[in-house]
């Protein structure tokens, strides 16, 4: 079965015929397991070098730190797409997002260890136990502390996290299989030209269904961990595509003038009001 879009997408990056066009989701895949591997080592250097006070100190701070890192790097590398645009066409025309999609490829895929960080449990890595108590206690689930019995904590947080995560699997899939991989990837940035108009029904439920899966994989795993740490790392994935939503819609409000503007105040972006559910759910339904 040919994906939508892929025969526009190989149209635009001619460096890429045939299977060659797979080295930009391996790059991205390399990126994102390194980053990973460079979350997990910050998060154990501490147990690592116990004997350095000052890394005992600051052991809870730097799985937070360590997310808010890859998760700026990834949304910059994605920005400059945005930020670069113009000089590259002015400089390298038609070649400009060949040159640039590869920086977009990558920091998509940082934010996937983002997201797997958050269903990490911290003080169960090896070489063993986290050396600062605080870390502990961050990386213990809270619903014991709301009054949930412990024999039910693990359950519940398997299976309401397991509900979102089917849930924003669906939204991905479908978002692919509707819009195709030339929207996802952005060629119409560089192309406005070449175009169309979405008009889905989707679009009158929620503004951004591509950003709504990776939000609702993120609220996953803050489910499934339940803690304070996975909290904080939903508020960077939270934020993460809160950034990326603002610097699209500049791009949308200067393209469309008013009207996106006013749909904008209609339609929310990241949320599925419950006089929509028929029409959302019809949504992850298309194209089964």
Known sequence: MKLKGIDKLREKLPAYPGRKIYLLPLKGAVAAILAYIFLIFLDIIPRLFSDIPVLVTIEPLLPILGTIFIGALGISLVGTLWRRRDSMKSQYGQLSYQMMIQKGVIGICLILPVILHAFTSIRSLPPGPPVND????????????LGVPPELDIWIRLVLSGIIMVLGLLVMRSSIFTFGFDYMTVVYLYFPEESEIQDHEIYSVVRHPVYLAGVLLGAAAFIFRFSVYSILFFVIVYLI????????????????????????????ALLVRPRNYRSFFKFLRSSI
């Open 134 to 145: 605080l870390t502990i206690q961050f990386s213990r689930s809270l619903l014991p502390t």
């Open 241 to 268: 595509f809160k950034v990326q939503i603002r610097r699209e819609e500049r791009e949308l409000i200067e393209r469309f003038g008013e009207g996106y503007a006013e749909y904008r105040e209609k339609v929310p």
